[in-house]
């Protein structure tokens, strides 16, 4: 059984042999640390889990880690006498991994390969081995895959817990915010604040369904670290009752630091939100299926045909004719619960028409995009699909001549080539824009030879 859950930071500025000091400038941190550790100690678990985002992470796997033990300490921050070994819960490890295993759910021990303790999983331990010691550990790391996902997860370790009959213990360990200040050690970016008092609130009122509403990109504009395993946490409790504690938090230092821990009550059937968000996200995605034009129809077609057939979709005999008598360049663009899930196109036609144009690319974004594995079966339902129509590239000669939202850009250094599209959640500014455009092609933004061409999409969703 889950037995206690809280939220952590884990600043090593908080251990006193690395803050030697200034910790006490997060004097309301250090004591809501023993509080919560404290609940901890009083809840008695046999075994604590740290999901921290610290650990090995992967792209597409949930690492969890090995062995009988692991050791760890505070030396790459000059205090290398604060040393941890720690014994972990191979039971539990091993039939969280079974588990996974069976459901088909990239997460295991498979590819772990870091056997020292990480900072996000040692802060919280240094604080709670001063209250308590009786456990034994479980690491998880978080991935590259959607909220949903490290919400499942989530319900996989409360379903393990349960059936091994272990007293439990989850710290989500997160910073928040990393860009609250300007004089702080990454600057001020206004989302940063937005998003510290916004999690607060989800999190002390245990709103869980709002973690689902934060767009990837506002949380990559907040250099927030610890959101995923705040939905691992959520998942744990899902379908349970839940008394939420706010006990503190700051950001003296330009980083936000919260902690809010979590009684556990009785099942409660109106607190199911993955189910929740996956009910409200089908029928979002039938209206959008159901409103669609030709072009991204036709796209949904070619991805749909070549998952379950491995073969390219002949162009159907009632294609639109616009489609037939059109050649331009285009891309698709593919989501899923919010996440780039591939993205390919051309810039100027290759094939006989559009349509053949939309039907290949659909492929490779859904197939051959090398940032991604290859779309199953099972995402089908899940997929977003917008058809982008390239307009002309014309060469700019200023940089004023760009606009995030009506123009894309390319970027270009002798044969290495860099391009983005036009109006892109997350890309407010043309700096940006241009940075990105550059860094997908492997150019330096400051290279004398670099050219930039703009052009204008017509959107299909």
């Known amino acids: 059984m889950i037995c206690k859950a809280v939220m952590v930071p884990h600043p090593p500025l908080a251990v006193h042999e690395v803050g030697r000091g200034d910790e006490e400038k997060i004097n309301d941190t250090l004591q809501a640390f023993h509080r919560a550790c404290e609940e901890i100690r009083e809840a008695a678990p046999e075994t604590v889990i740290v999901l921290s985002p610290h650990a090995l992470m992967y792209r597409d796997w949930f690492n969890i880690s090995k062995g009988k033990k692991a050791s760890g300490s505070f030396s790459r921050f000059g205090a290398g006498k604060v040393r941890f070994e720690k014994e972990y819960d191979e039971e539990f490890t091993h039939a969280l991994s079974e588990l996974l295993y069976e459901e088909g759910f990239p997460g295991g021990t498979e590819y772990d390969s870091e056997p020292a303790l990480d900072h996000g999983t040692m802060v919280p331990l240094y604080f709670l081995d001063q209250h308590y010691t009786g456990y034994r550990l479980v690491r998880i790391g978080l991935s590259g895959l959607s909220m949903a996902e490290h919400y499942r997860l989530g319900m996989y370790i409360r379903q393990t817990a349960e059936k091994l009959g ?15 200040k300007e004089d702080g050690p990454y600057g001020y970016r206004p989302e940063g604040p937005a998003y510290d008092e916004r999690i607060m609130k989800t999190m002390g009122s245990a709103q869980f369904n709002e973690l689902f509403d934060y767009s990837p990109a506002f949380l990559d504009s907040a250099m927030e670290c610890g959101h995923r395993s705040f939905l691992i946490l959520a998942g744990i409790l899902d379908g349970l009752s839940v008394t939420p504690h706010t006990l503190s938090h700051e950001a003296t230092f330009g980083v936000g630091y ?41 796209a949904r077609a070619s991805v749909e045909y070549y998952t379950k057939n491995r073969m390219v979709m002949p162009v159907p005999k009632d294609a639109d004719k616009e489609l037939l008598e059109t050649k331009a360049g285009c891309f698709v663009s593919i989501h899923k619960h919010g996440e780039l899930r591939g993205c390919i196109g051309t810039i100027f036609p290759v094939r006989k028409n559009l349509a053949q144009e939309i039907i290949h690319n659909a492929v490779s974004a859904s197939a051959r995009d090398p940032r991604f594995p290859p779309i199953t079966e099972s995402e089908l339902k899940w997929l977003e699909i917008n058809v982008d129509v390239m307009g002309t590239p014309e060469v700019i000669t200023d940089r004023s001549q760009l606009d995030v939202k009506r123009y894309g850009v390319i970027c270009s250094a002798g044969e290495r080539r860099g391009l983005l599209l036009p109006d892109l959640e997350g890309v407010d500014t043309v700096e940006e824009q241009i940075s990105i455009a550059c860094s997908k092609g492997r150019i330096d933004p400051d290279d004398e030879d670099l050219v930039i061409e703009r052009f204008e999409v017509t959107r299909h969703v």
């Open 166 to 180: 272990r007293r439990t213990a989850v710290i989500a360990s997160g910073d928040l915010a990393h860009c609250q």
């Open 258 to 298: 919260g902690i809010v821990t979590f009684d556990i009550g009785a099942p409660d059937e109106t607190r199911h939100f993955l189910r929740e968000y996956e009910d409200a996200k089908l029928k979002q995605i039938g209206q959008a299926v159901q409103d669609s034009d030709a072009y991204v129809r036709l």
